[in-house]
T-cell receptor, first 113, second 112 residues
């Protein structure tokens, strides 16, 4: 069985500060891992994905995530938060076969000016 | 590549009515997924098609829900005898021969 846990349903950072959104996964097979961002009343937009290549993955808008198998983690970071980063962020895991995704409950990021 | 589109974007209906949503995936994507998302939650898987074949359905998909993808292109999701608990955002996603799912903007349903 696969699952995702996102620690912290709400995270607030100051503009220019480091963003760290946590994601831990459970998977019985080597996982594919994803981070998506969702703005109000919109669908999900892919930020980045891990597919068993490089463990440090760079995505759009300056975000990156590191796959740590020993910690079963895939935390999302950005060195300097921007006001436009305020949104809901979802971590997701899927099997190699790329069937259904299992999403976490999301982390709402607030950026304080 | 125009992305995944969904229609309508918003739907308000009265309890007991039937509603139908449409999803147009990215062209040439053979897999299509439906998810439901309620406020404050991540998307929950409902069902999945590979071409026209419906390969998997979640336990969340009650008998009132039915999905089709008759020609392996667009898909419809119908909810019969809607209930207030059906109020949610219904998301569609598609993928080709790789693992990334691309999501549409969603259809927000409100059942009064």
């Amino acid at each position: 069985a696969q699952s995702v846990t996102q620690l912290g349903s709400h995270v607030s950072v100051s503009e220019g500060a480091l963003v760290l959104l946590r994601c831990n996964y459970s998977s019985s097979v080597p996982p594919y891992l994803f981070w998506y961002v969702q703005y109000p009343n919109q669908g999900l937009q892919l930020l980045l994905k891990y597919t068993s290549a490089a463990t440090l993955v760079k995505g759009i808008n300056g975000f990156e995530a590191e796959f740590k198998k020993s910690e079963t983690s895939f935390h999302l970071t950005k060195p300097s938060a921007h006001m436009s980063d305020a949104a809901e962020y979802f971590c997701a895991v899927s099997e190699n076969t790329g069937n259904q995704f299992y999403f976490g409950t999301g982390t709402s990021l607030t950026v304080i000016p | 590549d125009t992305g995944v589109s969904q229609d309508p974007r918003h739907k308000i209906t009265k309890r007991g009515q039937n509603v139908t949503f449409r999803c147009d995936p990215i062209s040439e994507h053979n897999r299509l997924y439906w998810y439901r998302q309620t406020l404050g939650q991540g998307p929950e898987f409902l069902t999945y098609f590979q071409n026209e074949a419906q390969l998997e359905k979640s336990r969340l998909l009650s008998d009132r829900f039915s999905a089709e993808r008759p020609k392996g292109s667009f898909s419809t999701l119908e909810i019969q005898r809607t209930e207030q608990g059906d109020s949610a955002m219904y998301l569609c996603a598609s993928t080709g021969y790789q693992e990334t799912q691309y999501f549409g903007p969603g259809t927000r349903l409100l059942v009064l």
